[in-house]
């Protein structure tokens, strides 16, 4: 996908959208084992790293993946266990939100490239 700069950056988003919401699955599987710990991705400090290794010519996203954190400030369970269905829940509805904006910039810039194809509409 790497017509143009921005189907470039949109590809890298919606990668580590995905990349964010396998995350965010495994920690809602992870419910109930004790001693889990809640981890995510920074997802904007994340962005800017894959943007900024793309413009260097790296492709050090896609070989490593994104850098997990554990989510501090979350209550723990007796068992050790700080997974809060509620805060993943959230989560994974704003990725997908993310993730659906992202296929409709890009479903757009297919459109501009076939108007462009086509002659601009202008026949």
Not at 8 to 27: C, K, V
Not at 80 to 102: C, F, H, I, K, P
């Amino acid at each position: 996908m790497n017509g143009t700069p921005m189907l470039s950056q949109l590809e890298t988003y919606l990668r580590l959208a995905d990349q964010r919401q396998q995350t965010i699955a495994t920690n809602m599987a992870n419910i109930d084992t004790p001693g889990y710990r809640t981890e995510d991705i920074d997802f904007q400090s994340e962005l800017k790293r894959a943007m900024s290794d793309e413009q260097h010519g790296l492709n050090t996203a896609s070989m490593h993946g994104p850098l997990l954190h554990e989510v501090h400030g979350l209550l723990e369970r007796p068992d050790g266990n700080n997974v809060s269905l509620d805060r993943e829940g959230l989560a994974l509805s704003e990725t997908q939100l993310q993730y659906q904006a992202s296929i409709q910039l890009i479903k757009l810039q297919f459109h501009e490239l076939l108007g462009a194809i086509n002659g601009g509409g202008n026949s």
